[in-house]
C-alpha cells in the first residue's frame, strides 16, 4: 500500500501550534508518509516543527465549532497541541496520523528512507560482531568457543558467556528457562556444561529473576528452573523483578502523575509512590549489585534468567558488567554493551516500544525494560558523577530513539528478523552514528575521571530520585538542568589544567547554583535532593575479598549505646581495629572503669533523652548508630515500668534518629524474642514468636518497627537474634542464659555451682567472639545481599549438664546442684532448643568458629588469668 492512500489530507493552512517552551505559532501543515511538519510564515527554520510520525503515542479529537483540535501525546512524553480551521479537514488529519504512526510493516518505517549526508549504507552496521567479541575473549581464556542454539531452553537460549572477570576468571552468563515441565525432563548437555563453568571452584550461583511461585508455575506450560540434584554446586537465588503489563502500567501512572499540574504536593508524592517506578528501579539496582557482588567479592561465576532471557535477564547483566568493568563505563563500551547484551541478544524492542505511556490502546507485549535500564544508568551517573564517560544526552536520545527512530538499530524483535528483512542492509545504525567525533562531544561528561575500580550503587530511598531529565523534559525545570550542563561544560573547558580550581570545586558551587535556579519549580524542587560530590565516591567499597579495611572515605562513625554492658566494649575494640579508634564512641549512663575510659572515646548518653542523644549524632557526624541500651530478661520482669520504659521509648529515640539522620542502625535482638508457640528445635527466622516476658514483647516491637521503616521509608535497620552470649571479661548482667556464665567463675573459685535451671534445659548459646565477629561482618555487608532486616544467628546448643560434663574434662571436682528458679525455669522453658540460622549462612556467609569444647578452654583459661592476676585463688 501507498502512503498516500493512508494522507486523507495533505496540506492546511493558518494551524496554530502550541508546544512546550514556545510561544503559539501559526503555519501551514504538512503530512507525508513519515512526517509531521508545520512551517511558520517568516520562514524562520527555528520556528518549524518536524514531528516523526512514528513517535506519535495518543491521538486526541475535540469539537471547537466549525474547527477542531487536536492534542498529540507522544512517546518521548512531548505533548503538542493542533488548532485546525475546518472540522472535515481535522478529523481527516486526526485519521492520517492514527494509520501512519502505527505501520507495523518494517519496511514502510522511516529508518528504510532515512538517507543523511556523510552517512554511507557501504559502512560497517553495528559497533561488533559475535566473532569479534570471541576473539577478546579468546585472548583471555580458551575455554569457551562459538556455539547454535540449544533445544532444552525457551527460544534456544542456551546459558552464553556475558562477562569474563578478567582477574579471578569467572563469568556472567545468561539464558532462558530450562523447558523441564511437570515432568522434570533433563538435558545432559546443559547440566555438563554449567558444570564445566565452575569445574575446580566451590559454587555457582544462579539467580532467577522470577520469584520461587512463579518459576513453580512455569512448569505447568513447559518452562521450569534448575533441580538442584542435576545442577551440583550451584545456588539457586530467586530474586522476583516485575516485568510486562505491570512494568508498563507503572510507567502510565508516572506519566500521569507528572503530566498532572492541578493536584497539591501531597497528591503528587503520593501518586509518585503508587506508580512503583522507583521500586523497581530499586529492585532492578539492588539484584544488580548482588549479581556483581557475587562475581567480584565472593568469586563466583552466575548464571542469570528468567523465563526468556530477554527483558530482566538483560537488564541484570548490562547493570552488572557497568558496576564492574571499567570499559564499559566510556562512550563506545557503553554502545557496545548495549549492542552485545540487547540489540544481538533479542530484546524484542518492536513488541515492547510499540507504544509508550500515552497510547489508548489496549496491552499486548508493550513494557520499557529499556526505559528502566537507562533509568538505572542515570541512577549511576547521578551517584558517581564522575564515573561514567557519557552523560545525560545520550541516555536521553537512547530513550527516545528505542521507540521512534530515524536508525534501525531498533527495529524487529531479534536479529535474526533484522538480517531476514534486510535491515543492515538498507538502514544506518545509531551506535555506529552515536561514536562519531562529531557527536562525541555533545554526549561525553566533562568531568569523567577513569577508575579501574568497580561502583556500588546505593538503593536507599534518598539515593534514589526521579529521572527529571526524562520525566519532566518537557518543563522549565528541565530547562535549568539543561543550562547547568552547559554551565559545567564551560567550567571544565576554561579551567582544564587549572589547579587552583579543581573539577570537585566546579561541580559543588554549581549543585547549589543549580538548586537555587530550579525554585520556580515546586513539584521538580521538593523531589529527594542530593547534593553532588566530586569526591572519587566511585571507591565505595573494598573490591578485594580479603581486604580487612574499607575506603577511606567510607570509613563509619560509631555511636554504641548501652556501651559499658556485656557486648559493647568488645564491640568497640574491634570495630576500633578496624575503623580507628576515634570513629567508634561508647556511651552509657554509668562511669566507665579506667581501663575503658582511657581506651578511647566515651560519652554520656541516655536513650531516653532524645536531645542529648541527637547532640551526639549531629556533633560528631555518626553514621552507624549500634543500640544495646536495654534491661535483660529476668531484670525485666522485676521491673516492667523501667523495662518498658528503656527497651522501648529508649528504642523510638534511636529509630527517629536514625531515620532522621540517614544512620545505619543495628539493634540485637536475642532469644527472647521467641515464645512457648514458637517452633522450638530449630526455631525459623520467621514464625510465630508470642513471648512472654516484657523484654521479649520489646524485642519483637523492636524488631517490627525496624522491619516497617525500612520497608516504609528506607531506614537501613538491621537486626540479629543473640544466643545465650558467653564472655569472660563480663559479669553476669541478669538474663536468663546467664548460668553458662556464672559456671565458670564458680567452678575456678570454688569448684561448686548452683544452676538456677533443670540439668536438661536446651538452649543456645554463642562465644562472646563469634557474637561480636557476626554483628561486624553483618554490618558491614552490602544491603543488596540482605533477602532480611532479622536473622537467628547460631553456634552451638547444649544442656547445664553437658556444660559441667565438658568443664569437667578440665576440673573433675567440680559439684553441680540444680534448684530451679520458677520465673527464669518458665523463661527458659518459652525459648528455643537452637537456632535455624541458614539465612544468615547463605545471605551474608555467617559462620561460627567455637563449638562447646573450645569454649570451655577459653574461657577457663581467661577466668584462670584473670584470678591469678588480681591475686584470687583457683581451685
Not at 481527516?92 to 507495523?104: D, G, H, K, T, V
Not at 512503583?276 to 565472593?298: D, F, I, Q
Request: glycine share 6%; aromatic share 8%; with cysteine.
Amino acid at each position: 500500500m501507498e502512503f498516500s492512500e493512508h494522507i486523507k489530507t495533505a496540506n492546511v493552512e493558518n494551524v496554530v501550534l502550541t508546544r512546550p517552551f514556545h510561544p503559539p505559532m501559526k503555519g501551514t501543515l504538512c503530512l507525508t508518509g513519515h512526517h509531521l511538519l508545520l512551517s511558520g510564515r517568516d520562514g524562520d527554520s527555528s520556528t518549524q516543527l518536524l514531528l516523526l510520525l512514528r513517535n506519535i503515542d495518543a491521538i486526541e479529537k475535540r469539537n471547537a465549532g466549525s474547527s477542531g483540535t487536536i492534542t498529540l501525546k507522544c512517546k518521548d512524553l512531548c505533548v503538542l497541541q493542533l488548532d485546525i480551521p475546518g472540522m472535515e479537514e481535522c478529523l481527516n488529519i486526526a485519521r492520517s496520523i492514527e494509520a501512519l504512526s502505527s505501520l507495523e510493516t518494517v519496511t514502510e518505517m522511516y529508518p528504510f528512507f532515512y538517507r543523511p549526508p556523510r552517512l554511507s549504507l557501504q559502512d560497517q552496521w553495528g559497533l561488533s560482531s559475535p566473532e569479534q567479541d570471541f576473539a577478546h575473549i579468546e585472548a583471555l581464556t580458551d575455554r569457551w568457543r562459538l556455539s547454535q542454539a540449544a533445544k532444552f531452553r525457551q527460544g534456544g537460549r542456551f546459558p552464553v558467556l556475558s562477562y569474563y572477570h578478567r582477574e579471578n576468571g569467572k563469568v556472567i552468563m545468561r539464558s532462558s528457562q530450562p523447558l523441564t515441565g511437570a515432568n522434570r525432563k533433563r538435558c545432559k548437555e546443559d547440566e555438563l556444561l554449567l558444570q564445566a563453568v565452575i569445574d575446580g571452584s566451590e559454587l555457582g550461583y544462579i539467580i532467577d529473576t522470577r520469584s520461587t511461585q512463579l518459576a513453580q508455575q512455569a512448569r505447568m506450560t513447559g518452562g521450569g528452573f534448575e533441580s538442584k540434584s542435576n545442577y551440583i554446586a550451584w545456588k539457586r537465588l530467586h530474586r522476583n523483578l516485575e516485568r510486562g503489563k505491570v512494568l508498563q502500567e507503572s510507567l502510565i501512572k508516572l506519566a500521569e502523575a507528572c503530566s498532572d499540574q492541578s493536584h497539591s504536593m501531597d497528591r503528587w508524592l503520593s501518586k509518585l509512590e503508587n506508580s512503583k517506578w522507583l521500586s523497581h528501579v530499586n529492585s532492578v539496582l539492588s539484584t544488580a549489585g548482588l549479581l556483581a557482588e557475587c562475581v567480584e567479592r565472593e568469586g563466583c561465576s552466575v548464571l542469570v534468567h528468567g523465563s526468556d532471557g530477554t527483558d530482566t535477564t538483560l537488564l541484570l547483566t548490562t547493570l552488572a558488567q557497568l558496576i564492574l568493568e571499567p570499559h564499559c563505563r566510556t562512550l563506545s563500551g557503553f554502545l557496545a554493551l548495549l549492542e552485545r547484551e540487547w540489540v544481538q541478544a533479542g530484546h524484542p524492542f518492536q513488541q515492547r516500544c510499540a507504544h509508550s505511556a500515552y497510547s489508548h490502546a489496549r496491552l499486548r507485549q508493550e513494557a520499557p525494560a529499556f526505559l528502566l535500564l537507562l533509568d538505572c544508568v542515570w541512577q549511576l551517573g547521578r551517584q558517581f558523577p564522575l564515573a561514567l564517560e557519557f552523560g545525560e544526552p545520550l541516555l536521553l536520545q537512547l530513550a527516545r530513539d528505542a521507540y521512534a527512530s530515524d536508525f534501525g538499530t531498533f527495529l524487529c524483535n531479534s536479529d535474526k528478523e533484522r538480517c531476514a528483512l534486510g535491515v543492515k542492509e538498507n538502514t544506518h545504525c545509531l551506535l555506529q552514528f552515536l561514536c562519531r567525533p562529531s557527536e562525541r562531544d555533545r554526549l561525553t561528561n566533562p568531568l569523567y575521571q577513569a577508575t579501574e575500580l568497580a561502583i556500588w550503587p546505593s538503593v536507599q530511598p534518598q539515593a534514589l530520585q526521579l529521572w527529571t531529565g526524562l520525566f519532566f523534559r518537557w518543563t522549565q525545570s528541565a530547562q535549568c538542568l539543561d543550562k547547568a550542563r552547559e554551565e559545567i561544560c564551560n567550567l571544565v573547558t576554561q579551567n582544564q589544567g587549572c589547579n587552583s580550581f579543581p573539577g570537585g570545586q566546579r561541580l559543588v558551587m554549581l549543585s547549589g547554583w543549580l538548586r537555587r535556579g530550579c525554585r520556580s519549580r515546586a513539584r521538580w524542587y521538593y523531589l529527594p535532593a542530593r547534593v553532588l560530590s566530586w569526591s572519587p565516591r566511585q571507591i565505595s567499597r573494598w573490591n578485594k575479598q580479603d581486604t580487612t579495611d574499607p575506603a577511606p572515605l567510607e570509613r563509619p562513625r560509631v555511636l554504641i549505646t548501652g556501651g559499658l554492658g556485656q557486648l559493647g566494649v568488645g564491640l568497640a575494640q574491634l570495630l576500633r581495629k578496624q575503623y580507628g579508634t576515634d570513629n567508634v564512641i561508647l556511651s552509657d549512663i554509668k562511669k566507665p572503669p579506667a581501663d575503658v575510659f582511657n581506651s578511647g572515646p566515651f560519652v554520656y548518653a541516655d536513650v531516653l533523652d532524645y536531645k542529648n542523644l541527637r547532640e551526639l549524632v549531629v556533633n560528631n557526624r555518626i553514621t552507624w548508630l549500634v543500640h544495646y541500651s536495654a534491661l535483660l530478661s529476668a531484670v525485666g520482669e522485676a521491673n516492667v515500668a523501667l523495662a518498658r520504659k528503656i527497651n522501648i521509648t529508649g528504642l523510638h529515640n534511636v529509630l527517629d534518629l536514625a531515620l532522621e539522620n540517614c544512620l545505619r542502625l543495628f539493634v540485637p535482638s536475642t532469644i527472647g524474642a521467641f515464645g512457648p508457640s514458637s517452633p522450638r528445635d530449630p526455631a525459623p527466622d520467621l514464625c510465630v514468636q508470642r513471648p512472654r516476658t516484657i523484654y521479649g514483647v520489646s524485642k519483637v516491637h523492636g524488631e517490627l518497627m525496624g522491619e516497617y521503616l525500612h520497608h516504609k521509608y528506607g531506614l537501613d535497620f538491621r537486626c540479629l537474634r543473640y544466643p545465650g552470649i558467653i564472655s569472660a571479661d563480663t559479669q553476669p548482667g541478669g538474663g536468663t542464659t546467664d548460668y553458662a556464665v556464672q559456671i565458670f567463675h564458680d567452678a575456678l573459685s570454688s569448684g561448686q555451682f548452683e544452676c538456677y535451671l533443670r540439668a536438661d534445659t536446651r538452649l543456645p548459646m554463642m562465644h562472646i567472639d563469634d557474637c561480636h565477629r557476626a554483628t561486624v561482618e553483618f554490618m558491614q555487608a552490602p544491603d543488596c545481599q540482605l533477602s532480611l532486616r532479622t536473622y537467628n544467628i547460631a553456634a552451638m546448643s547444649f544442656t547445664p549438664e553437658e556444660v559441667a560434663e565438658e568443664i569437667r574434662k578440665h576440673l573433675p571436682n567440680l559439684r553441680v546442684t540444680y534448684n530451679p528458679d520458677f520465673v527464669r525455669q518458665t523463661i527458659a522453658d518459652s525459648w528455643p532448643m537452637r537456632f535455624d540460622d541458614s539465612n544468615a549462612q547463605r545471605d551474608w556467609g555467617w559462620r561460627s568458629l567455637y563449638s562447646l569444647s573450645e569454649l570451655v578452654v577459653d574461657m577457663l583459661g581467661s577466668i584462670r588469668e584473670q584470678r591469678t592476676k588480681s591475686g584470687l585463688p583457683v581451685s
